[in-house]
């Protein structure tokens, strides 16, 4: 079996459309390896704005018919969606090529680099992106390998989660809801939280375990987070939001204006234009790192007063008829309540819609969030939901959207329920206000990001 990266040159990927194959893909590319893919999103005659930007990588696309994969393949790449029933997958093994999953191409990528793994059950995406942005910004020629789209690179007509980088550190985004993360063997990891999310606490905290015994260096952890505080190697590296928690790095005086936040690290003053305390602990934690790399806290201070967000991630799209509209992938219950909580700093009124994914994780997470956006609701603001996002395949339909809305009724909130999406705005217009919110939450669903345009006209 293949124990480096360096043992292959030819790569083939099935699936390579999707958020993590296509940074895999473009990372590849850009360290000079042969690398080519197929999708089903890719037909005949029709325009795929993934693969046009996949091809200008230099990675050659094909149709999901077998026809990119020849003896000259030396590996095949899938993802958790690719079953071994799929003809390409059965070609492969026919031309006796090594298959592995996508986490197993990404541990061995980073264990060829310095690399640090961003892990956590939120935070992963945005900390991932915002140590990139300082570590380039200190001229450290990083690579980045993450689950969502920089802004900074999207604007250079790239897709944005990949950057191969000169030098010789990596960012990565470690996840946890497949379990992938326990492969990787990071030199520096982080843990940012540790939440109910995909799996209970018990479980989570048992991956993380293994995911700090996996790391051959620093593991740097949150202090004011209870569950992650317990995995601590050594406060000195460690970050708070908490001036007595004895980290080695506090981000304390956190002040929101508007879109623009500001806060001090370790007494040097930070600006950004994001929202939030979460995404002040977020900084706090690309800092933590950059700062314990040699990069100061001044110029991690000067690199993220630059840093333009990532993709969906409190995206503001603008304000029309005095109602700001956000878009945002907040998808479990503390996501959800830091997104509605960022946005109450901006306007008077906060009207937050959300569509939950999956019957299996509403269920599972039916109870936190209700009390998650109990806590959070202001007794002017509203929580509105549109039935589960269901994806397909089996799954027990027990459960509604209009279940959870029904629970915060209970609790005296103002919460309504839409089952057709396409009906909200017509619905919630006459609750907006003439300077209020409108946040738009969800993931998983493709669709999302065409629908934040269609809010956006219909306003």
């Known amino acids: 079996m293949i124990s480096s990266i360096n043992d292959v040159e030819h790569i083939f990927f099935i699936g390579v459309a999707g958020t993590g194959m296509s940074a895999l893909a473009q990372w590849l590319a850009g ?216 980290a080695g790095y506090t981000a304390t005086q956190f002040a929101q204006q508007g879109l623009q936040i500001s806060f001090s690290i370790n007494g040097v003053a930070f600006t950004m234009e994001q929202v939030g305390r979460h995404n002040m602990e977020n900084a706090l934690a690309a800092t933590a790192v950059a700062n314990s790399i040699g990069v100061s806290l001044e110029v991690c201070a000067k690199a993220l007063a630059t840093y333009t967000g990532i993709y969906r991630r409190h995206q503001v799209l603008g304000k029309k008829q005095g109602v700001w509209l956000i878009d945002d992938y907040a998808h479990n219950p503390a996501k959800c309540a830091a997104s509605m909580a960022a946005c109450q700093y901006i306007a008077p009124k906060l009207v937050a819609w959300f569509q939950p994914h999956g019957y299996a994780p509403t269920r599972f997470l039916r109870a936190d969030f209700v009390a998650e956006i109990a806590a959070t609701l202001r007794p002017q603001d509203e929580i509105w939901m549109s039935e589960i996002f269901y994806a397909g395949g089996t799954a027990v339909k027990d459960i509604s959207a209009s279940d959870l809305i029904n629970d915060l009724k209970a609790l005296g909130k103002k919460a309504f329920f839409v089952a057709d999406r396409k009906e909200f705005v017509a619905a919630a217009k006459p609750h907006f206000t003439d300077d209020c919110v409108l946040l738009l939450m969800g993931a998983r669903d493709p669709s999302l990001e065409q629908y934040a345009q269609e809010v956006w006209q219909a306003l």
């Open 31 to 246: 360290a000079g390896k042969k690398v080519s893919g197929s999708d089903r999103y890719f037909t005949p005659g029709t325009y795929n704005d993934t693969r046009e930007k996949l091809e200008a990588a230099g990675i050659q696309c094909f149709e999901q018919d077998g026809s990119g994969i020849t003896p000259a393949t030396q590996l095949v790449v899938v993802s958790t969606a690719i079953e071994n029933t799929v003809y390409e997958v059965q070609k492969a093994n026919t031309l006796n090529i090594p298959i592995i999953r996508r986490s197993a191409l990404l541990a061995l990528i980073a264990k060829s680099k310095r690399t640090v793994a961003i892990g956590g059950t939120s935070g992963k995406s945005t900390t991932t992106a915002m140590l990139y942005t300082i570590l380039e910004q200190a001229g450290l020629q990083p690579g980045i390998i993450s689950g969502a789209g920089l802004v900074s690179i999207i604007q250079q007509g790239k897709i944005g989660n990949a950057i191969t980088g000169k030098g010789d550190w990596l960012v990565i985004e470690a996840d946890e809801s497949d379990g992938s993360i326990v492969q990787y063997q990071p030199e520096i990891g982080v843990l940012l939280n540790i939440d109910k999310d995909h799996q209970e606490l018990d479980a989570l905290l048992e991956i993380f375990t293994v995911f700090k015994n996996n790391t051959t260096g620093r593991f740097v952890v949150n202090q004011s987070h209870g569950l992650a505080a317990r995995l601590s190697q050594n406060k000195q590296y460690d970050f708070a939001i908490d001036a007595n928690a004895g």
